[in-house]
């Protein structure tokens, strides 16, 4: 019969913080095993020798790189991978003879645990307990006094490994923190964390629950001194948003603020590339104090100091609206951003249509115009909507298909170009078929159709087809159409026109 294997969180660094059950399953291991860094002795054993038993087989589990050169052929991965499955291999032999196997890890085993690797190796083959253990940021928020989170703030745990700019936008978008893996990262982290101006609540702790523990604010830390044993800890306490939602004003105290309110700004960002940004967005931008969006829109917008981002899912654009204009009323300087033009298929509408509500009767809107995605578009097929032409969305979230039919009609019938944007997303995968097929009533089949996927950002492509070899399952949500008029053409160098003149 095989042993079994036991992973076992042994706490951040005090013995006294290994859980009772992890010291009995210890005292009573054939095997007890530890990662170690080179040269170093093993902190996860250090923490629980007074519980190893003389009898016990130590396997110790050295690192052959920590970070820096190998001269293996694989590089540090290929060095890690041949170690993990090195020390598997150790340890099975064990499990194999019928010892039990207790693989002791520092905090918690599945918190950035070394254990991990040995799981994913022998958790399959082998009968495997895991033992929860006190992780490091409990002990520092503990040792530092700080309330990480409250009621539904939202408490993200993040990397100090991640690049700069972003990490600064996750600090910027989430309640509370706690950055590990520090060391060698500390100098971006603390410029991280200025950008998203959570620095001045920012707490460093260092060796939380071991001798030796520090802790002070991050802006005082030399960077010099910093060790691997180290965390930040920022506290939804300090969040830059939260005196926008501990002190919102109910509707029925509008008028008292109406000589508060300030001009909320709906910004149209274009469809991508920073180069596509409009100067007059770009000066908005760089002077609100909040940005309300669309998750992906509200990414696009560089984190600096001051700025909160407020992103939200895809079909909220009223709640979004709302919450813009609650905070413009208080006296907030706000920008509601859309992708390509705010004004077309995005969000200005959802913000005038709140507005209509009294309560926002004295916020001034303005609407700053973008590249729209069809103009992306075209631009890079020619100049198909270079005459009359119409733009619509096949979407049918917010009117009934039996319009967007009708519609196709008209646009057809009228013989104009036609852009269409979101022509299919996950859950609509039969209406570009059906718009086909409906513009084909009216429309040869070689009336040129150009496909845009992604114009403006990595990985673009741009296809001209026809509306009879148009294949629908090649069109995502990515996709913008654009279906030309009978006067279409295209050039010898494959470029799509249509004529501003129609002949009678």
């Not at 969180?9 to 010291?23: N, R, S």
């Not at 939260?242 to 001009?263: L, N």
């Not at 009216?442 to 296809?463: F, I, N």
């Amino acid at each position: 019969m095989t042993g079994r294997f036991h992973g076992v969180g042994v706490g951040p660094g005090d013995p006294e913080l290994i859980t009772l059950k992890a010291a009995r399953l210890i005292a009573a291991a054939d095997v007890v095993a530890y990662h170690a860094g080179v040269r170093k002795a093993s902190n996860a054993r250090r923490i629980a020798e007074s519980l190893i038993p003389a009898s016990a087989v130590e396997e110790q589990l050295t690192y052959p790189v920590t970070t820096g050169t190998t001269d293996h052929p694989g590089g540090y991965a290929g060095a890690l991978a041949d170690f993990y499955e090195e020390s598997a291999a150790r340890l099975a032999a064990h499990l194999d003879a019928g010892r039990d196997v207790v693989l002791l890890s520092e905090g918690d085993p599945l918190f950035y645990g070394s254990y991990m690797y040995m799981h994913d190796r022998l958790s399959e083959r082998y009968e495997t307990e895991i033992v929860p253990g006190v992780p490091a940021f409990g002990a520092a928020a503990a040792a530092a006094a700080a309330p990480l989170a409250r009621q539904t703030d939202v408490l993200t745990v993040l990397p100090g490994t991640l690049p700069e700019p972003e990490l600064a936008r996750r600090l910027a978008d989430t309640d509370a923190a706690v950055v590990m893996k520090l060391g060698r990262t500390f100098p971006a982290v603390r410029r991280a964390l200025e950008a998203s101006g959570r620095l001045e609540h920012a707490v460093y702790v260092e060796r939380a629950s071991m001798d030796g523990e520090r802790r002070l604010p991050v802006a005082e830390v030399d960077p010099a001194t910093v060790p691997y044993f180290s965390l930040i800890l920022v506290t939804g306490d300090s969040r830059n948003g939260r005196r926008s939602r501990d002190r919102a004003v109910p509707r029925a105290q509008a008028a008292e603020t109406a000589d508060t309110a300030a001009e909320l700004l709906v910004v149209g960002l274009g469809p991508g590339p920073d180069h596509w940004l409009t100067p007059e967005a770009s000066d908005a931008l760089a002077g609100v104090d909040h940005v309300v969006g669309y998750g992906p829109y509200v990414d696009r917008v560089p984190q600096r100091p001051g700025l909160t981002r407020h992103a939200s899912g895809n079909t909220v654009e009223i709640d979004r609206a709302r919450l813009a204009l609650d905070l413009a009323r208080e006296g907030e300087r706000v920008a509601v951003v859309s992708g390509g033009d705010a004004g077309v298929f995005g969000m200005a509408t959802a913000v005038f249509e709140a507005a209509e509500d009294p309560a926002y009767a004295q916020v001034p809107v303005r609407v700053l115009p973008g590249v729209s995605a069809v103009q992306a578009v075209a631009a890079r097929a020619g100049a198909p909507v270079g005459g009359d032409f119409a733009v619509m969305s096949l979407s049918d979230r917010l009117k009934p298909w039996e319009v967007i039919e009708r519609r196709l009609r008209a646009v057809a019938e009228a013989d104009m170009a036609l852009a269409i944007y979101n022509p299919a997303s996950r859950s609509r995968t039969e209406q570009v078929a059906t718009a086909r097929d409906v513009l084909l009533e009216h429309r040869k089949p070689d009336t040129v159709v150009v496909v845009g996927r992604g114009v403006g950002r990595p990985g673009e492509s741009l296809t001209v087809t026809t509306l009879g070899e148009l294949d629908p399952a090649d069109i995502d949500m990515r996709c913008l159409l654009i279906v030309g008029a009978s006067g279409t053409r295209v050039s010898r160098s494959g470029r799509v026109w249509t004529p501003r003149w129609v002949k009678p």
